[in-house]
């Protein structure tokens, strides 16, 4: 397993990471089978485990975590993120990133998670019904309180991360340190064109989700939509996934990954993981198979000739 520094921070992270998103907790309940991807992700070098309040309302957060106690990993081995913004209940002040909203929910978060700290917690979405300053303000609180050592944006636009980080540093508080944006060979125009340009200037590392796009680059979807599949629990990405032309580039990276003698899994993997400023892709799992398989990538450099390969297959991709 290789390490990077999350932005200019002094924070490593495992570049290949496990999330919780749509799966523990959620579709896979089985705790022993949990366990056993987990143990094997430790095992591979994983110390990132990515999670948010939002996951299956909470059993995200229970557990993922309550299965790296039963282990007994030490904590200072671990680095453990959530998020906080998506409506936990129908209180009207129950989402969002107020600083009622932000200091609430990160003592709720740590009382399921059972820590006393987070390593990174995310502002999950914008929130444009609350004022930059007290959004800063609010992570600044839970980041100078020992609540979580650092905190970070996901899916904010490079406008707004900037404007987080220039009030920050004029009040004399803490700025975001990494972004989780949503990237993919499918889904690169806005990470490459509009986001990096502004956290590699200002050191806001990437963690990456959904890298293999819910599946779709792995190959799994070559024959149609498994009913068990991920995409055939989300409409919105099964609309924007599954056309004939994907299908068809995905078919194509075939050859690319066969010339090299990897899966295409691990080919998108390690095109994510190309970019500078990218510290992590965040991956899911619902079998061990399906971790060790990812896993594959972790020490994987994509040589130029397959990354020149690659944009061609994926020209005019938007």
Avoid: C
Avoid at 55 to 63: L, N, P, Q
Avoid at 75 to 82: D, F, G, I, Q
Avoid at 233 to 253: K, P
């Amino acid at each position: 397993m290789i390490y990077r520094n999350v932005g200019r921070s002094g924070l490593k992270v495992s570049q290949i990471s496990l999330g919780a998103w749509t799966t523990y907790g959620e579709s896979v309940q089985d705790r022993a089978r949990i366990r056993a991807i987990v143990e094997r992700a430790l095992e591979g070098g994983i110390n990132f485990f990515d999670n948010a309040d939002i996951y299956a309302r909470g059993e995200g957060e229970r557990t993922m975590t309550g299965v790296l106690h039963e282990i007994g990993v030490e904590r200072h081995k671990l680095v453990l993120s959530s998020k906080v913004f998506w409506p936990m209940s129908d209180d009207v002040n129950d989402r969002g990133l107020s600083r009622k909203h932000v200091l609430e929910s990160i003592d709720r978060t740590l009382e399921r998670m059972e820590l006393d700290y987070l390593d990174l917690y995310f502002a999950h979405r914008d929130d444009p019904d609350t004022p930059i300053e007290e959004i800063v303000e609010a992570f600044s609180d839970v980041v100078r309180s020992g609540r979580a050592h650092y905190w970070g944006t996901s899916e904010w636009t490079p406008a707004r991360i900037a404007e987080a980080h220039a009030y920050a540093r004029a009040a004399g508080l803490v700025p975001p340190v990494v972004e989780q944006p949503q990237y993919s060979m499918l889904h690169r125009e806005r990470v490459e064109t509009q986001l990096l340009p502004t956290t590699d200037a200002l050191g806001v590392g990437l963690v990456a989700w959904s890298p293999l796009a819910m599946g779709m680059l792995t190959g799994k979807y070559d024959a149609g939509l498994p009913e068990d599949a991920r995409l055939a629990q989300h409409d919105r990405f099964a609309e924007r996934y599954l056309t004939d032309e994907n299908r068809e580039r995905v078919l194509a990276l075939a050859d690319v990954a066969g010339d090299l003698g990897i899966s295409r899994a691990q080919l998108a993997l390690a095109w994510v993981l190309r970019k500078t400023g990218v510290a992590s892709v965040i991956t899911g799992a619902t079998r061990v198979e399906q971790l060790e398989e990812n896993l594959g990538a972790a020490d994987l450099a994509l040589p130029d000739d397959a990354a020149t390969r690659i944009d061609a297959i994926f020209a005019g991709d938007a």
